[in-house]
Every structure is written in structure tokens, then in C-alpha cells.
């Protein structure tokens, strides 16, 4: 009862789902620091400070909304840096899903399908609905707080996950298939 309460209290929504984003894109900047480390890619550089200069914005916003928006924006930088750290053989150019178009964004939903299903039920098994959310709004059919937990965990886990599969060549583009109407 008290997960549903916390649900219609907007200033609580607002606080936790600060705490989300802010270790989401605190992860994400770590990833590409560790990556980066070797390469020494300047725009990669340049992209991890874009992204470190949205931390006081966003704990200053007052709405969800606008807090999703300096979200957006630390994901494009985001995802923009990796894709200059993702070998030329497997191709990626930024972020797409639904379905995704390339093989690195489909080892990513792959990955962000598998750990949302784990954490949905790690928060059944808490007691816990995974349909009641507090960032992600309700959908039908959508486990929204099952997709807040999932923030903070995505770079962490899936993504390093898959940076590594690529760089060490454990997955290669021939590892892929192609049905005949993305041909």
C-alpha cells in the first residue's frame, strides 16, 4: 500500500526519480572513462564533460519531464561516445530499438530485456508491483518500476557486457542473422 501512496506523492516521484537518473548517467560516465582510458578519443572526451555538465540541471529540475529531458540528452552524448569506442566491424551509430537495426543495438535490447525480467522479479519476490512506478509512468502491460531499477543497472551490466563481447571479438558480425525483410 504504501509503494501505491508513494505513487501520487509527485514530490516523492520527483526526489527518487532524481536519485535514478543521477546514478544512471554517473554509470554511464564511468563506462566511458574506462573505455576511453586506452583510446584516448578526444571527442569521447569531450562527450563525457557534455555529460558531467548536466548533473546540476537536472538535480535543479522541478518536473519528471523536464528531468527526463537533461536525460535525454546525457543518452545522446552517451551513446554517441560509445559508438566512437564500438569497432567498425559491428556497425552502431547511435541508439534505435523496436525492433533495433544493427547487431550492437540488438545485443543492447536483448540485454535490457533480460535484466528487466530479472529485476521484475526480484521485485515480486520483495512483495513489491512491478507495474507501480514512480519515474516511468504507467502503461498498460508495462512494468514501470521494473524499468525504473533498470536505469541505473543498464551501463553497469548490459552495456559493458556488450562493449566487452565486441571489443574482444567474442561476437562478430557473422554471429548475426538477418531475416529477409530488414535485407
Known amino acids: 500500500r504504501k509503494q501505491f501512496r508513494l505513487g501520487e506523492d ?13 546514478a544512471k ?16 578519443n578526444q571527442d ?9 555538465l548536466l548533473h546540476n540541471p537536472l538535480e535543479r529540475s522541478t518536473t ?13 552524448h ?3 561516445a560509445l559508438a566512437k569506442m564500438v ?16 547487431e550492437f543495438n540488438s545485443l543492447l535490447s536483448y540485454g535490457y530485456t533480460i535484466l528487466l525480467y530479472e529485476i521484475f522479479t526480484a521485485i515480486e519476490n520483495k512483495g513489491l508491483n512491478p507495474y507501480a512506478g514512480y519515474l516511468h509512468k504507467d502503461k498498460r502491460g508495462h512494468p514501470a518500476l521494473a524499468s525504473d531499477l533498470l536505469e541505473e ?21 557473422n554471429d548475426f542473422e538477418r531475416d529477409n525483410a530488414s535485407r
Not at 509527485?10 to 543521477?22: D, G, N, Q, R, T
Not at 548517467?25 to 584516448?40: D, E, G, M, S
Open 10 to 22: 509527485s514530490a516523492f516521484c520527483l526526489e527518487i526519480s532524481k536519485k535514478i537518473i543521477s
Open 25 to 40: 548517467i554517473n554509470n554511464q560516465t564511468v563506462l566511458l572513462k574506462r573505455y576511453n582510458r586506452i583510446r584516448q
Open 44 to 52: 569521447v572526451e569531450n562527450l563525457i564533460q557534455k555529460i558531467s
Open 64 to 76: 519528471i519531464p523536464e528531468l527526463l529531458g537533461f536525460e535525454g540528452m546525457a543518452a545522446r
Open 78 to 80: 552517451y551513446f554517441e
Open 87 to 102: 569497432p567498425e566491424a559491428i556497425k552502431f551509430s547511435g541508439r534505435n530499438r523496436m525492433p533495433p537495426t544493427d
Open 153 to 173: 543497472w543498464r551501463s553497469v551490466i548490459i552495456d559493458s557486457l556488450v562493449m566487452n563481447m565486441v571489443l574482444n571479438f567474442h561476437i562478430q558480425p
